[in-house]
C-alpha cells in the first residue's frame, strides 16, 4: 500500500518533517473519485441510451397509433356517410307514393263528353311527396276538371299552385300534388 498510497511530501534532513498521516488518505480519495466519477458516467450513458431507446420505441408507437387512428376514423367516414345516403333514400322511399291510383283515378273520373288528351305525372327528386300534373282534356271543361279533382282530392292529395287554362274544345290543367300525410 505504500506503493500505491506515498507521502505527498516526502521527509527531508533538517529542512522540515513530513505531512501529517491524515494527508495519506487523500490520493485514496482521488483514486475513488476517480473510480466513483467513472462508474457515474458509465450509469448516465447507459441511462442515457435507455432511455433513446425507450423515446424511440414511443414514437414509434405513437406513429402506428395513428395510423391506426388514420384508418378507423375514414373507416367510420365511410359509414357516415353511408348512412346518410341511406337515411336520404329511406326519406325518399317513405315521401314517395306509387303513381298508378292517381292515373286509375284520372282515367274513371271522366264522363261520357270528356277524354284524355294527355297525362303526365313527373315526381319531384328533391322532394319525392310532391308530383307535378299536366292534364289536358277534351271536353267536359271546367265541370270534369271539378269531378277529377275531387277523385284525386279523395286519394288524400291536395294541389298546390293549380293553372286552368281553356281552349277552343279542351282543357289544359297543371298543379302540383302534394300527399296530405307529408
Sequence with gaps: MHDLIHDLKTERQNVSAGLPSGYKLI????YLAT????LLSLYFFLSKKA??????EMQMRI??????????????????DESKRAEAFAKWLDGARPLQPVTVVVARSMGKDSTIAGLSLNRNPEIPAHT??????????SEQIETT???????EYQTYSAQQVKGRNST???????????
Design 149 to 155: 279533382l275531387d277523385s284525386i282530392y279523395a286519394l
Design 132 to 141: 307535378f300534373l299536366q292534364l289536358k282534356i277534351d271536353g267536359g271543361g
Design 35 to 38: 473510480v466513483a466519477s467513472i
Design 172 to 182: 289544359d290543367f297543371q298543379a302540383t300534388l302534394i300527399h296530405k300525410d307529408n
Design 27 to 30: 490520493p485514496a480519495a482521488f
Design 63 to 80: 406513429s402506428t397509433a395513428k395510423s391506426e387512428e388514420t384508418t378507423l376514423v375514414s373507416n367510420q367516414q365511410k359509414i357516415v
Design 51 to 56: 432511455y433513446e431507446s425507450a423515446e424511440a
